[in-house]
C-alpha cells in the first residue's frame, strides 16, 4: 500500500489573509489597567494629573523606569527626584503619559508568541524611536493632530506582528523573498499577500477604538500625501519622515536601514530649518540613549 502524499500548504492572500491576521490580535496578552486607562484617553477620557500618579505608583516597574528616566543625563538634574509625583511634575504630564505608554505596549508585546526569527527586541526599540521622533517633530512643525504622534510611532508597525503571529508561512515567505531580493519589506508584504502592515495596523487602531487621524496616519505612512502651502502637515507625512530617519540611525525591524541622504531629505521636506534639525536631532539621540534599554 503506497504512501499518500499531499501537495504543499499554499500560502493564504487577499481578504482570507488578513481576516486571519486581524484576528490574531485576540493572541495578544490583554492591556494591563494603566494602558487601558492611557489608550481612553486617546480617545477623549480625560487623565488627570492625580489620576497618571496613582496608575504609575500601583506598577512599581513603571513607576521605577519613570524615576530612572527622570534622573537620567537627558534631564541633568542636580538633585534626585525620588516620587513619582515629583517626576510628573518635572517631566510634564504628556512626557510621562508618552513613557508610560511605550514602556506598557512594550511590555505587553514582549509577552507575546511571534514565529522563529522575530526579534522582539528589535520591534520595540523601532517602535519607540519612531515614537520619540515623531512626536519630537510634530512639536516642531504645524501638524495635523500632533498630540497622536507618538502613539502613532509607537503603533505603525503592529500589522507586522500580526503577519508574524497570524500567518507564520506567509512570513516566512516574506522573510525569504526579502533576503533574496532587492525589494523593501513593504513590497514584499504586497507580492505576497496582496496588502501591507499599514493597513493592517490601521485596521488593528479601528478594533482598538483609537482616533481617527492616528489611523490613518499609521495607514499612510509608507505612502504619505503631499504637504500643501499653507496647511498643516499630515501626520502621515511627520510619521513616514520619522521611519524613514530611525531606520537610518539603525533602529530598523528587519535590518533594513535607509541612506543618511534619504533620511535627512525626509526631515528637510517638513521644513524644518538646518539649524533646528542639528538641535533635534541630538535631543533625540539624548532621550534614546536614555530610555532605550526600557524596550527591550
Known amino acids: 500500500m503506497g504512501v499518500t502524499t499531499y501537495p504543499p500548504t499554499a500560502l493564504l492572500t487577499g481578504n482570507e489573509a488578513r481576516q486571519r491576521a486581524i484576528d490574531s490580535l485576540s493572541k495578544l496578552p490583554p492591556f494591563s489597567p494603566i494602558l487601558s486607562k492611557l489608550l481612553a484617553s486617546l480617545a477623549g477620557e480625560d487623565v488627570s494629573f492625580m489620576v497618571l500618579g496613582d496608575l504609575i505608583e500601583k506598577d512599581t516597574v513603571v513607576a521605577a523606569n519613570i524615576l530612572k528616566l527622570v ?24 512626557k510621562v503619559r ?64 500580526l503577519i508574524a503571529i497570524g500567518l507564520p508561512n506567509e512570513y516566512a515567505e516574506i522573510s525569504r523573498l526579502f533576503a533574496t531580493t532587492s525589494q523593501s519589506w513593504f513590497a514584499c508584504e504586497q507580492q505576497v499577500l496582496g496588502f501591507h502592515h499599514a493597513g493592517l495596523s490601521a485596521d488593528a487602531m479601528h478594533t482598538w477604538k483609537l482616533p481617527d487621524p492616528i489611523r490613518d496616519a499609521i495607514q499612510l505612512h509608507h505612502e504619505p500625501p503631499p504637504i500643501s502651502p499653507g496647511q498643516p502637515i499630515p501626520l502621515a507625512r511627520v510619521l513616514h519622515s520619522a521611519n524613514v530617519f530611525v531606520d537610518a540611525f539603525g533602529c530598523s525591524i528587519e535590518l533594513e536601514p535607509k541612506a543618511e541622504m534619504e533620511a535627512m531629505a525626509a526631515i528637510e521636506y517638513l521644513g524644518i530649518a538646518p539649524e533646528a534639525q542639528a538641535k533635534l536631532l541630538e535631543q533625540f539621540q539624548l532621550e534614546h540613549a536614555s530610555i532605550a534599554h526600557f524596550y527591550h
Do not use: C
Request: glycine fraction near 8%; avoid cysteine; aromatic fraction near 6%.
Open 98 to 161: 508618552n513613557t508610560v505608554l511605550g514602556m506598557s505596549i512594550s511590555r505587553m508585546m514582549n509577552q507575546a508568541k511571534p514565529p522563529v526569527g522575530w526579534s522582539m527586541e528589535r520591534f520595540n526599540k523601532h517602535a519607540a524611536a519612531v515614537a520619540m521622533l515623531g512626536d519630537m517633530l510634530a512639536q516642531n512643525v504645524p501638524t495635523e493632530y500632533p498630540e497622536g504622534a507618538f502613539v502613532a510611532g509607537l503603533l505603525h508597525d503592529i500589522g507586522r506582528l
Open 71 to 94: 534622573n537620567s543625563a537627558a534631564y541633568a538634574r542636580r538633585s534626585e527626584v525620588s516620587s513619582v509625583r515629583r517626576a510628573l511634575s518635572v517631566l510634564g504630564i504628556e
